[in-house]
């Protein structure tokens, strides 16, 4: 997959099959669109392509109070859109003069004269342009206009995704991440640098890593402990416990922390960064009466932990 920072960058001497969209998590319904695409591009021997816009539209336009959270962050996407199997992902910026554009300058600028698609794939209820003015037949119109096909995306797809994409949020925000996983068909990633901690898990004898998540926006799974995979920045892949949550038994900040205990790991990991997937939550949060019953759960923890990793 070839990836382009920018509409006027983008050349393809094959026909292009594009889409538009955030396609956030990637999850099962995004890739029936991808289908879709690949489809109609073997029909006419074009290339598929997504269009996707960075920052979020809602982020410049309330900046605020956009009440945002994303499954992915923009390198997860990308990651996971190479494996889709797309062959062309372009990241438009979005700005105060892009959101401006009428609908008619937005179709000019980005597809006409830029991209330049022999098709468009959209749901039939897309809008786009200034105020999201433009709606579906419009588009379909200036496609004659600018010599473009607008092909809509079955209802069932689009009601998949916009119901995939709620449903993966919410399962993620309460933990449930064993569903959050069956929906996105794979497990839900989790990357942050490892910062230091107070150290009490090596007193434990469970040493953990602390990480702090850089991207704002990236949703984080509700408290509780988890089994999960964690690979380290030389790609060491291992077991794992991690805990989300504000350490209740050690602490009364009440400042959220998210520690990970690698199981079968030595070494220092300060200052690097760790990648996670989730598998399954483990328990809930709770508060222990003593360190040596907190001590006896991570025990536990650890058993559950390596029968449901598969050791």
């Known amino acids: 997959m070839k990836v382009y920072e920018s509409t006027k960058d983008f050349f393809s001497s094959d026909p292009v099959v594009l889409t538009i969209g955030t396609f956030d998590g990637v999850h099962a319904g995004h890739l029936a669109v991808i289908d879709v695409l690949k489809k109609t591009a073997v029909e006419i021997g074009g290339k598929t392509a997504l269009l996707t816009f960075h920052p979020h539209p809602r982020v410049i336009l309330h900046p605020s109070n956009h009440g945002l959270k994303l499954l992915n962050t923009l390198d997860e996407r990308r990651r996971l859109l190479q494996d889709s199997g797309l062959d062309f992902l372009i990241v438009e910026e979005f700005n105060l003069e892009l959101s401006r554009l009428t609908p008619f300058e937005y179709v000019k600028n980005l597809f006409a004269e830029e991209i330049k698609p022999a098709a468009v794939v959209i749901g039939d209820d897309h809008r786009f342009g200034r105020n999201r003015e433009g709606d579906f037949n419009a588009l379909r119109e200036m496609g004659k206009m600018f010599d473009f096909e607008v092909i809509a995306l079955d209802a069932k797809y689009v009601q998949d995704i916009r119901v995939s994409s709620t ?56 408290a509780g402990a988890y089994a999960v995979w964690a690979t380290t920045e030389g790609g060491d892949r291992k077991m794992a416990m ?59 923890d650890e058993e559950n932990t390596r029968k449901l990793l598969g050791t």
């Open 242 to 300: 991690l805990n989300i949550g504000d350490r209740p038994t050690v602490s009364d900040s009440g400042c959220t922390t998210i520690e990970v205990n690698l199981l079968d790991f030595t070494g220092d990991l300060y200052g690097s960064s760790l990648e996670v997937e989730f598998v399954d939550r483990i328990r809930d949060e709770r508060k222990f009466s003593s360190l040596n019953e907190l001590k006896s759960a991570l025990k536990i």
């Open 167 to 222: 449903k993966v949020r919410s399962a993620v925000e309460k933990g449930d991440v064993a569903q959050a996983n069956k929906l996105l068909t794979r497990p839900f990633p989790l990357k942050g640098e490892v910062v230091g901690g107070q150290k009490l898990g090596s007193e434990l004898g469970y040493p953990t890593a602390n990480l702090k998540i850089e991207e704002e926006l990236k949703i984080i799974p509700g």
